[in-house]
């Protein structure tokens, strides 16, 4: 009964926010944070279902509560977009990178326009290993704006939503974090900003418990 209690102690999120959430995502990759468990998957379960809806539109949901390390994440990413069985690396043939490329074509079907990343708990890979999660950051946000401003291709739209605790928020404001700058090559430039001519990936912080009542 104690347990429930909790649990009924947690406010709701206040009704109808989906489609705003959705706008900030026009123009953004998001990451979204609470101190309250199931506040957070409140809002990204009720989010994935939202855009879920939408037409031509993928959802990819990462359960980061068992994401640690390369291999757990490409097992899920695996899952998440049809294609082939990775290398577990983050570049190169059969990486992450080429299957955040990839496009499935079903007959009969359109070609999807958007693909929404929606990763509960992305803390917990963030704490476990911080230079893999700013790794994993940087190609999921070079790959959304190679295809929204390089490639030839019909635009397929990424946007990736990060949510988990305010260790996300704590990330997200340090300068040298992906979702701040692109990951620095030894060589010169970051390669995504030479790629895309984009300065920095696109993030907007967002703090759910704004969306209480």
């Not at 037409?55 to 359960?63: I, K």
């Not at 890979?125 to 291709?153: N, P, Y």
Request: net charge negative; charged share 25%.
């Amino acid at each position: 009964m104690s347990a429930l209690s909790r649990h009924l102690d947690v406010p709701l999120l206040v009704p109808d926010w989906q489609a705003d959430i959705t706008q900030l995502l026009d123009e953004h990759h998001l990451v979204a944070w609470s101190e309250l468990p199931a506040r957070r998957t409140q809002f990204a379960v009720s989010l994935g279902q939202f855009l879920g809806a939408q037409h031509d539109t993928e959802v990819c949901v990462f359960y980061g509560k068992f994401i640690t390390d390369i291999e757990t994440f490409c097992y899920q990413l695996e899952r998440a977009i049809p294609g082939p069985l990775l290398d577990r690396r983050i570049d190169g043939p059969r990486s992450v990178v080429s299957l955040l490329r990839s496009r499935a074509s079903f007959r009969g079907r359109p070609e999807a326009k958007y693909r929404y990343y929606i990763w509960h708990d992305a803390d917990v890979l963030l704490r476990k290993d911080h230079i893999l999660f700013g790794q994993i950051v940087d190609a999921m946000a070079g790959v959304a704006a190679e295809s929204e401003f390089v490639s030839d291709d019909m635009l397929l739209l990424h946007r990736a939503v990060f949510v988990g605790s305010t260790v996300l928020d704590v990330y997200a404001d340090d300068p040298k974090g992906q979702f701040r700058r692109w990951l620095p090559d030894a060589h010169g430039d970051p390669f995504w900003q030479v790629v895309t001519g984009v300065n920095r990936p696109p993030f907007m912080r967002y703090r759910i418990d704004a969306l209480s009542k």
